[in-house]
């Protein structure tokens, strides 16, 4: 018997199919262990000793191969062909030797880009040891992103009240959508004018030409920048008269673009599909294991992390060969394309991600899979077909034309563009990250030189240059693909802790660094300045690289990393918090302290005109205060946009309650954007006016008066219980919005408006509730995310966020999901062995409980399968005079 062991049950299911009798494969769940999050599980001063730990519920899988082992001959680690594939069948193989699992067995350990029979019995003929030299590259990534999180998280903490953590490689990415914001706050708008002329042939055919010079000078984008200068210009050639001087056509091929990298699939999938990179890489993940298709299991595209373009001579000739039957014989080019990658930092060890078979075309594969499966597989196969098909052929036409009026000449110019031939254009275009402008693919009619033109019309148009746009998920990922920051398995990781940690949201599919991002990036920039840096970050991507390439020794790169990191991180230890925040208050002035319209100074207190703005630190994050504390109390968050709204001293008018005729008016404070009626008396003991925070999902931009009196007036009552006639309220509360009746509160979900909700959903909302105390949002109101029915036990395994934390639940049983794994990036396979692992734990735990109870006779409570994470603990007061400095601050 031989024993196959790989990652996730799904593509254990598969390969035993193809395998059959005589080996037996089991699943690993992914890894199996990790450094514990604690203080000494990397030792710098004991050559970087590395401590790991077998996390729970992985102690029963490696049980299990365990006992498999000792009747087998052998031990096959088949996990995936990159890095991380490589460490999980280290560790495996690791906890195995410990166990003394091993005696006479022979191991082995195989790869393949693609599940299937083939590829898989292909490669059980081609078996080797466990590469090092990967090894020591994954022990060197895993002991920095360690030492950097453990070491430099505490320093913020301490320093910066609300930050959450830093990493090598999250830091760097959250800087690059800091500066971008930086950029754009910074840029300053131009204006310019563009003159077109709507022209016609003698054959009344009409076309477009643009003014491009005058008087023999040319005239570029931003040469006319004023209203004047258009009117002068348009009003010559509104009385001149034209004629066509030259007219080129130029014949021009466009090839098609190369197979995904995952790289380019995540960016693509953004752009067409909309999918976030982690969403892109679950499906993927799912494409790749295998799918029940015509009652065979079959992966349908090769290894999803990669960095290579290059496609295996055989599918290369049977994708020619689909091509020439589906397209027919002019479709496909003379010879195979080959492809070279232009990343400095690819190492190109795997195929590029395509299907494992273009014959399953698309069409006929979906009725097998969900609907963003399908959608993902047909991207995929579109992209993979296309790079071998012929190039489409152009031809671009320029038309350059001639007005004379009063003794002045101008130039204009007309281009177009024809397909002659679409080639692969049938199937594939690549998409954009920002709208391009296209006057080529307009078609120009037939014009000859010295042919008179009539004028139709001339206009003019008003423009102004725009700052650079923010960054999408998907130009994100390209840019730092360019920098050589991170890889290709890391990407969809990082954009997800980004989120995760408060740093960036996501607007219109645009990340927009929060406050707390930006103070994080500034506190780094301004004390550990080289850590962020884009080369130094590069540069040790790369030495990981050569890790991995046998090129130098893993423990070295670090030792000489931590020598100036310690460092670093020694010298600010004794900085004082006054110290950071006027760093920040210079570093960060473009973007919170604004130049004012009336060109006063930025940081006067526009509440008492004496007091001067600083940035502040309380216990929920950074804040703008007046140096005059406590005699004046202004205070508003960083962001000036967010306070100003158009409005001076950070308050926006909306106009008059039509019952009070007070004024109402959108601010915002620590806490974020609110409503409010009147204005605060100064009068001692005068009530506060009434306010009304915004509910999540409702932009500041998007209250007008009408929106602001329907929160003012909340909670209100949204109608009377069909059972016993008691009103059911609706408001927003301290957990967000909610309905109520009697003493139920059932929080609202995603998708409800809480100024909108009517009786019928709120009597469900409060039915479920009732059914189900435990849920809401202050106790995991969060309806959840199905991952997938349970592979033994059928029925949907969901995804929540609960009062302590993130789990996943199927039947009864919950299971919390362990540090470093996230709602968004939990596999099916993951959450089964979650919720196993916990299952196992509570009955074992239950027989104890009952013997404990006999014997002190205390009355046996309903037993909870329910598992949380712990209550933080609380923290220790802080000694009198800091805590009043804190509160001041706030």
């Known amino acids: 018997m031989n024993i196959v062991v790989v990652e996730s049950p799904a593509k ?16 690993s769940f992914g890894h199996i262990r990790d450094l514990p999050a604690k203080d000494g599980s990397v030792d710098p001063d004991n050559d970087f000793r590395m401590l790991w730990e077998v996390d729970a519920k992985s102690h029963q899988r490696i049980n299990e191969i365990a006992r498999a082992l000792k009747k087998a001959d052998k031990l096959i680690l088949a996990t995936d062909p990159d890095r991380e594939g490589e460490a999980i069948s280290w560790h495996v193989l690791e906890v195995l030797k410990q166990k003394k699992a091993l005696t006479s067995q022979a191991i082995e350990r195989v790869v393949f880009n693609a599940i299937t029979k083939q590829a898989v019995t292909e490669a059980m003929k081609h078996p080797r040891g466990i590469d090092a030299a990967l090894v020591d590259a994954y022990l060197a990534r895993r002991a920095l992103d360690y030492l950097v999180g453990f ?48 022209l016609v042939t003698p054959r009344n055919e009409v076309f477009e030409a643009r003014l491009v010079g005058a008087d023999g000078q040319k005239i570029q984008r931003l040469d006319i920048g004023s209203g004047a200068e258009a009117e002068a210009l348009t009003r010559d050639l509104e009385n001149a008269s034209f004629r066509v001087i030259s007219v080129e056509a130029k014949p021009a091929r466009r090839n098609p673009p190369p197979p ?27 494409l790749y294991e295998g799918v029940e298709i015509g009652g065979e299991t079959v992966g349908l595209i090769t290894y999803m992390r990669t960095d290579g373009i290059d496609v295996a001579p055989e599918a290369v000739a049977a994708i020619r060969d689909m091509i020439a039957k589906r397209y027919g014989a002019t479709y496909v080019p003379e010879a195979p394309r080959t492809y070279q990658q232009k990343s400095k930092i690819a190492q190109e060890a795997h195929e590029a991600v395509r299907p494992t078979d273009p014959n399953r075309v698309p069409s006929s594969v979906g009725r097998y899979l969900d609907r963003d499966l399908a959608r993902l597989y047909e991207l995929i196969w579109n992209r993979a077909v296309a790079s071998q098909m012929q190039s489409a052929e152009l031809e671009r036409t320029t038309v350059d034309i001639e007005a004379k009026a009063a003794g002045r000449r101008f130039e204009l110019r007309a281009t177009g563009q024809v397909v002659k031939f679409d080639g692969f254009l049938t199937l594939y275009q690549e998409g954009y990250d920002e709208p391009v402008e296209d006057e080529e693919s307009r078609r120009l009619p037939a014009m000859s030189p010295g042919e008179p033109l009539a004028k139709q019309a001339i206009a003019s148009a008003q423009h102004f240059t725009e700052p650079p746009p923010r960054y999408s998920e998907a130009s994100l990922v390209k840019r730092m693909e360019e920098l050589g920051i991170g890889r290709p398995s890391t990407y969809a990781a990082i954009l997800q802790v980004l989120q995760d940690r408060g740093y960036v949201r996501v607007e219109k599919r645009r990340l927009v660094p929060e406050d707390k991002g930006r103070v994080v990036v500034g506190f780094l920039e301004s004390f550990f300045a080289r850590y962020v840096e884009y080369d130094f970050t590069a540069n040790l991507e790369e030495q990981l690289d050569r890790i991995a390439n046998h090129e130098i020794d893993w423990r070295q790169v670090l030792r000489d990393f931590w020598v100036d990191f310690i460092g670093a991180v020694n010298e600010i230890k004794d900085l004082r918090v006054t110290q950071v925040l006027d760093a920040l208050n210079d570093l960060l002035a473009p973007h919170i302290y604004p130049p004012r319209a009336d060109g006063g100074d930025p940081r006067q207190c526009p509440q008492c005109g004496t007091g001067r703005l600083s940035l502040k630190l309380g216990r929920f994050g950074a804040f703008i205060g007046c140096s005059n504390y406590p005699d004046c109390n202004f205070t ?84 009377l219980h069909p059972e016993d006639g008691e009103p059911i309220i609706a408001g927003v509360g301290r957990f967000g919005p909610y309905v109520k009746h009697g003493r139920t509160y059932a929080s609202l979900e995603d998708g409800d408006d809480v100024l909108k909700i009517g009786l019928n959903r709120a009597v469900t909302l409060i039915a479920e509730k009732k059914a189900n105390p435990g849920r809401g949002r202050r106790f995991g109101g969060d309806p959840g995310r199905s991952l997938g029915e349970h592979p033994d036990k059928g029925g949907a395994i969901l995804v929540k966020n609960g009062r302590y934390g993130p789990y996943v639940t199927h039947d009864g049983i919950n299971a919390t999901l362990p540090s470093g794994m996230t709602p968004d990036t939990v596999t099916l396979e993951q959450a089964v062995g979650l919720l196993e692992a916990r299952a196992a734990k509570v009955a074992k735990a239950r027989p104890t409980r009952r013997s404990a109870r006999r014997q002190s006779g205390t009355p046996a409570k309903a037993a909870t399968t329910q598992a949380v994470a712990p209550r933080p603990k609380k923290k220790a007061k802080a000694k009198a005079r800091p805590a009043r400095t804190i509160k001041a601050a706030e």
């Not at 999250?170 to 077109?196: G, N, P």
């Not at 009530?687 to 909670?715: N, Y």
């Open 12 to 27: 254990a299911k598969t390969i035993n199919k193809y395998l059959g009798p005589g080996y037996e494969v089991l699943a």
């Open 151 to 198: 070491t430099l998280s505490p320093v913020l903490w301490r320093k910066l009240p609300g930050a959450r953590s830093a990493g090598r490689v999250q830091s760097v990415a959250l800087r690059l959508v800091c500066d971008r914001e930086l950029e754009i706050e910074k840029f300053v708008a131009r204006e310019y004018w563009s003159i077109t002329a709507t």
């Open 260 to 286: 995904f990298t995952t790289s380019t699939l995540q960016q693509e999938a953004s752009r067409k599909l909309g999918f976030s990179p982690a969403h892109t890489m679950r499906l993927a993940q799912r």
């Open 636 to 719: 508003r968050q960083m962001t000036p946009g967010a306070t100003a709204n158009g409005g001076a001293n950070g308050v926006k008018v909306l106009g008059e309650d039509p019952e009070t005729g007070l004024e109402v008016s959108l601010r915002v404070g620590r806490f974020g954007p609110y409503v409010q009626l009147g204005e605060q008396s100064r009068a001692k003991g005068a009530e506060k006016p009434k306010r009304a925070g915004l509910p999540k999902g409702l932009s500041p931009e998007d209250v007008d008066l009408e929106k602001a009196l329907a929160l003012l007036a909340l909670p209100r009552q949204v109608g």
